[in-house]
């Protein structure tokens, strides 16, 4: 299986990646996408796709430029950990924050468990 991954990335094909971690008191899960020059990563508790957000680099500005593709747009988490992730990875990025009523303390753990999966596993992302 891994074998038909490695080519499939060399080959300029989309390379998935499933994860998860208990954050507190919840089971968060992760589904990463990579794609050829971007991104794609859906967080969530349940089956959903409540929101999206895509986030990109600026040859003009310091701070990557990102928007609200779907969702309320008064929402800004998907845009905020796309715009972030953006900044690390220099990758155009796509989010889909799908879990409610959580504070800036349970993104920063979200975001830590990201990166500590972006470490571990860097051919997947």
Avoid at 88 to 117: A, C, H, P
Wanted: hydrophobic letters at 45%; proline letters at 4%.
């Amino acid at each position: 299986m891994e074998e038909a991954e490695g080519a499939a990335a060399a080959a300029g094909g989309i390379v998935l990646h499933d994860f998860s971690g208990r954050l507190g008191e919840r089971r968060v899960h992760f589904h990463a996408m990579r794609l050829r020059d971007s991104l794609f990563l859906w967080v969530g508790a349940a089956p959903a796709l409540a929101s999206l957000a895509v986030a990109m680099c600026s040859p003009r500005d310091g701070v990557p430029v990102s928007t609200s593709l779907l969702g309320d747009p008064s929402d800004t988490a998907s845009a905020c950990l796309a715009q972030r992730l953006a900044r690390k990875t220099k990758k155009q990025i796509f989010v889909s924050y799908n879990l409610q009523n959580t504070d800036s303390n349970f993104t920063l753990l979200i975001e830590n468990r990201i990166k500590e999966e972006m470490m571990a596993f860097p051919e997947k992302f």
